[in-house]
């Protein structure tokens, strides 16, 4: 075996979703990496749900060894070929084979736990192969072990993820990073992130940018490439991974890595400067936030308040949901390190992407068999048809409201009859929680919608009638404009905020807004990227939320902006039918306005 450091430099592509300079040694995440728990189970209601859990997690592995599938034939000379076959095999393995029925066989006849159930059946198949003389036959045990693995972290997918010991700056690299995965990432061990799979715009990706941590998406030579140990860069602006990098590669990315930090600390003391353009115009910049320990960061950073806190991450990475009372202490935590600032808290949008395992059992029904998930049971919609925990929720916003400003935010909103419902339930719960004698603020907060569904974006009139507020979610905007999966790397380059239908249903809801006299904020990415601020200024909007880190680059912009300049410019843009041109527009307006 080779040392490590007589390795050769390689250099391997994917896309760059947060930038910056990450150098550390690599911790390849493996599947199953987590112990499985055991129990028997006591009821045939018991093992008929663990049989479900394990079709689902059965269909979730064939449909993720179909994904990797496809992608490896991206991958350079024979290695597409042997990847294709190492990944046929793990397939066949899950197709009705021994394996599966006996994972079946050892719930209902050894009446089991799921995860318990996996792990024995592969030990006992694995050992079998180790046994036979040929060594052939032999290694197909590491296959089986593969693939329990894969089914095992699929069967378990959201609980709390162990990444084990962790060397400081170390760089986590994995087939798939799960936005559960990302909340438990501690940016001051972690230094950045690289997976196989995932697209700039999925949630991992807007993890990565809100922790300010280096991370390239969609490399598909990954796993094939780095060991746990090897010194990676990750370079999130170029989207590059550089493994095992020569002395004089390193020194040049620790150049920029310090150019970097000196950068950030130039921005900072834009930090209590007001976001004004150069005619006087104030734009308010808020922060997104995922958990609320980032309050802190958002303040750090100077935000005026919070445009969206995304509270399906305090779902995530636990056994059970949080109750109201847990719920409560996270969010009065955050209104209170927010200090007066308003707190704008999105209602849960759990489903697409994002899964939260303490939720498990209601999203097997509503989420996980849907066939289309981000057109199914998601958001609003769940909230809608799970009285209790969506009361819960709303009792817990009510209450933290009592110790500052707070807005409540609806996800997934297409109708104003969803945003109707939603204030009559929550009239019921204010009068509930005032004879429970809770302490409550003066007024119900204001009620505001996401604009991310072209349907809404074209009814924004009609929306304005019934919300108090907008918020414009460019991610969700894009990809259900364009059909475009978010979070799918293979059809990311076609994912694009630019393109002008994308843009038409922003102007038009930023002007049903105005007319309606709502408050309008911007909190997809597109907030966050210095690129898209003169146009979204030019479009007439005053409010943007955005990744904390991105704050000073977007008030530096600001403050270089004339008003009028922007409105004309804006004009143009809205007038050219190709994104391309668009793209260009921009560049130019940064140059002059
Ligand atoms: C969006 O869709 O633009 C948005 C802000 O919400 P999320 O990214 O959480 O779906
Ligand atoms: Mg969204």
């Known amino acids: 075996m080779q040392d490590r450091q007589d390795r050769p430099e390689t250099t391997l592509q994917g896309a760059g979703v947060a930038a910056g300079v990450a150098i550390g040694p690599a911790r390849v995440i493996e599947s199953g990496l987590l112990a499985a728990p055991e129990y028997p189970l006591e009821s045939q209601t018991a093992v008929d749900a663990d049989l479900d859990r394990l079709e689902r997690a059965l269909n979730q592995s064939r449909r993720q060894l179909r994904t990797l599938r496809s992608k490896s034939k991206s991958l350079p000379g024979t290695a597409a070929e042997e990847m294709g076959y190492l990944l046929d095999a793990h397939a066949a393995m899950l197709d009705e084979s021994r394996l599966v029925r006996g994972f079946r066989d050892r719930i209902t006849k050894g009446r089991i736990n799921a995860e318990a159930a996996v792990q024995a059946e592969v030990a006992h198949v694995a050992r079998g192969f180790e046994q036979l003389d040929d060594p052939y036959i032999a290694a197909r045990a590491t296959d089986v072990r593969e693939v329990g693995g894969r089914v095992l972290r699929n069967l378990m997918e959201g609980q709390a993820p162990s990444f084990g010991e962790l060397a400081p700056d170390t760089i986590l690299v994995a087939e798939e990073i799960t936005p559960a995965e990302t909340a438990q990432m501690d940016p001051e061990i972690v ?292 059909a475009i999966d978010r979070a799918d790397e293979q059809v990311a380059h076609l994912y694009n905020p630019l393109h002008p239908a994308v843009l038409r249903l922003i102007e038009f809801s930023v002007h049903a807004a105005l007319r309606a006299r709502l408050p309008v904020c911007v909190c997809g990415e597109i907030a966050g990227d210095p690129k898209f601020t003169a146009l979204l200024i030019g479009l007439g909007v005053r409010e943007l939320s955005m990744a904390a880190p991105a704050l000073p680059r977007v008030k530096q912009r600001i403050r270089k902006l004339d008003t009028a300049n922007a409105v004309r410019r804006a004009r143009m843009v809205m007038e050219v039918a190709d994104s391309g041109r668009i793209a260009a527009l921009l560049d130019d307006l940064d140059g002059l306005a």
């Open 191 to 482: 230094a950045g992130f690289a997976a196989v799979l995932g697209g700039a715009e999925g949630h991992a990706a807007i993890m990565a940018r809100s922790l300010g941590l280096p991370a390239v998406l969609g490399a598909a030579d990954l796993l094939t490439s780095v060991s746990t140990g090897d010194i990676l860069i990750v370079d999130g602006h170029a989207g590059r991974i550089i493994v095992n990098p020569r002395p004089e590669t390193l020194r040049r990315y620790s150049d920029r890595q310090a150019a970097q930090r000196r950068e950030e600390r130039k921005l900072a003391r834009l930090r209590d400067v007001p976001a004004v353009t150069g005619d006087g115009s104030h734009v308010t910049l808020m922060a997104n936030l995922e958990l609320a320990r980032d309050a802190e960061l958002a303040m750090a950073a100077g935000a005026e308040g919070v445009g969206l806190l995304r509270t399906e991450f305090m779902f995530m990475n636990r056994d059970r949901p949080p109750n109201e009372d847990e719920q409560y202490d996270m969010l009065r935590k955050v209104v209170e390190t927010m200090d007066g600032r308003p707190v704008t808290i999105r209602t849960l949008d759990i489903g697409g992407e994002k899964l939260a395992y303490s939720l498990g059992s209601m999203l097997g029904d509503h989420v996980g068999d849907a066939v289309n998930p981000a057109l199914g049971v998601r958001a609003i919609r769940l909230s809608l048809r799970e009285p209790k925990l969506f009361e819960a929720q709303l009792c817990a916003i009510l209450r933290a409201a009592a110790h500052g400003p707070v807005r409540i935010l609806l996800p997934m909103i297409t109708t104003p009859g969803e945003v109707k419902q939603v204030r009559e339930i929550l009239l019921r719960l204010w009068r509930r929680l005032k004879r429970r004698g809770a302490k409550l603020p003066d007024a119900i907060p204001p009620l505001g919608v996401m604009i991310e569904i072209p349907g809404a974006a074209l009814a924004a009139d009609a929306l304005a009638q019934s919300a108090d507020f907008f918020a414009i979610g460019s991610n969700d905007l894009t990809m259900y404009t364009l």
